[in-house]
């Protein structure tokens, strides 16, 4: 998703890698959520209601916090973070079930001081529009169904993008941005 719309609007493309914590017996349910900067998000009442132990919390706060470094470091292979202090960001998924991972998200957009946040996702669960829509700038969602049970139920083919295919797209986005800012320099030279 990111690497099409960097590709449409002449972006850059990097990532925040937040990361979902899942429920003990059902890990695709979101209980909560960890920034890239390990700030955990939790929804405190479904932790009550599964009765989710402290202990689990912590040893699965660990893994993921580690699973964000080292994707963080892989994705970018090597290279710096891209600056979004001043510019406007869009923060694209796959699809928005919970919105933990998308609050996540941009709870680590804001701190690095963009002028406004967009998110943007082919389909996202009404709860997770009605919690997100106040805290990012604009939501383009293309469909926003009643009867929402999983992102996976709107795709034929759903499954994990690899980590290869991930530092590919970075790099190919990066390059191409590159090339075009050198192709116009040389069109329009400074006088």
């Not at 937040?18 to 349910?29: F, H, M, N, Q, V």
């Not at 009765?51 to 919390?57: A, D, P, T």
């Not at 800012?181 to 069109?187: L, T, Y």
Request: glycine residues 8%; aromatic residues 6%; hydrophobic residues 40%.
């Amino acid at each position: 998703m990111g690497y099409e719309l960097s590709l449409c609007w002449n972006a850059p493309l990097d990532v925040i890698v937040p990361r979902k914590i899942g429920a003990p017996y059902d890990p695709e349910l979101a209980i909560g959520s960890v920034t890239e900067e390990g700030e955990l998000i939790l929804d405190e009442g479904l932790k009550a209601t599964l009765n989710v132990s402290q202990g689990y919390l912590e040893r699965v706060l660990e893994e993921e916090k580690g699973e964000i470094q080292r994707r963080l470091a892989l994705y970018r292979g090597g290279l710096p973070p891209l600056s979004i202090k001043g510019r406007t960001v869009v923060l694209t998924d796959d699809g928005i079930a919970t919105g933990s991972t998308m609050k996540a998200a941009l709870l680590s957009a804001r701190a690095k001081g963009p002028k406004e946040i967009i998110i943007a996702a082919p389909v996202a669960s009404p709860e997770a529009m009605a919690a997100l829509e106040p805290l990012t700038s604009m939501a383009c969602v293309l469909e926003i169904p009643p009867f929402f049970m999983a992102v996976g139920q709107f795709y034929q083919n759903f499954t994990q993008t690899s980590d290869q295919t991930v530092c590919q797209l970075i790099k190919d986005s990066r390059r191409k941005i590159q090339e075009k800012e050198e192709n116009h320099a040389e069109e329009n030279p400074t006088l």
